[in-house]
């Protein structure tokens, strides 16, 4: 591993590759993973690398939606589990929802390598302080939350054979779904199963982006941080939220970086 200085300017960015890359060696990640990573870093580079202010709003939306759902779900593929799975079982303990493992080339080896990383954070994490404002037994919190997507008995209707495949328990009985980093057409087939879709998506011109209902243009993990401050804050409720709107923002954000 390279040494990065503290002072180097794209200190954050190195650090994110080098989960990636390290990742894929361990068998964690497809690798198609980091042409994924690469194409959010051109977003990231032209969105200025910071959460702006539309993205804030959509992560406050999200935040609510999440809280008012009677069964809320948090679908992890294996770059967002390698970047922000932590902050994500954080936000998956206050809410009292489980996580469930959904990647888009399926196999048995690598669902079960995801599954064992966030088994292991989530011990890592109960022994940690609970998030700040937080009142409980953080401990018994972070153990209750599930880590699903080994078993393969539920269905998403209107995809064909393994990206079809979901827990019954997790994304199939779910009512809102948080699924960052998602596919197009997956996105397309929860909503048309009457789903609310939250996606985290750095290209606010993707398939995804505007299929979605809320989508946050922003990286994942400064997402799931400014997230887990919401959902404990819980002073949210969800809105006539109006997604082209908001797609829009981003865009300009998009075109004003790119004046010279
Ligand atoms: P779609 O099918 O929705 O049109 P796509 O096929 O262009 O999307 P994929 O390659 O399937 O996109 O998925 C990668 C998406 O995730 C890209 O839109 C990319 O901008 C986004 N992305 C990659 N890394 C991150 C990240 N760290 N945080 C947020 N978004 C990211
Ligand atoms: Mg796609």
Sequence with gaps: MVEIPESHPRRTSLLSREKIVNATKEGLLADSAMIAHGRGEAFDYLLGEKTNDSARLAIKESAARLLSSKHPIISV??????????????????????IEINIYYRTVKRINNLYLLLENEKMLLAQEQPPTNWVGDWNSTVM?????????????????????????????????ILVPLEDG???????????????????????????ATVTIVDEISRVAKLLLEDVVDGDCRPTKWNNDENLIQALKIIAKNATP
């Design 144 to 176: 209750a939350v599930e880590i699903l997507g080994k078993e393969n008995d539920g269905r998403i209707e209107g995809l064909e054979g393994p990206r079809s495949i979901c827990s019954a328990k997790g994304i199939e009985k779910a009512d809102v």
């Design 77 to 98: 593929n294996g770059n967002t589990a390698v970047l922000a799975g932590k902050s994500l079982i954080r936000v998956a303990a206050v809410l009292n929802c489980p």
């Design 185 to 211: 057409d997956r996105c397309e087939a929860l909503i048309s199963l009457g789903k609310q879709v939250l996606v985290v998506d750095l290209n606010p011109m993707s398939r995804t982006a505007k299929m």
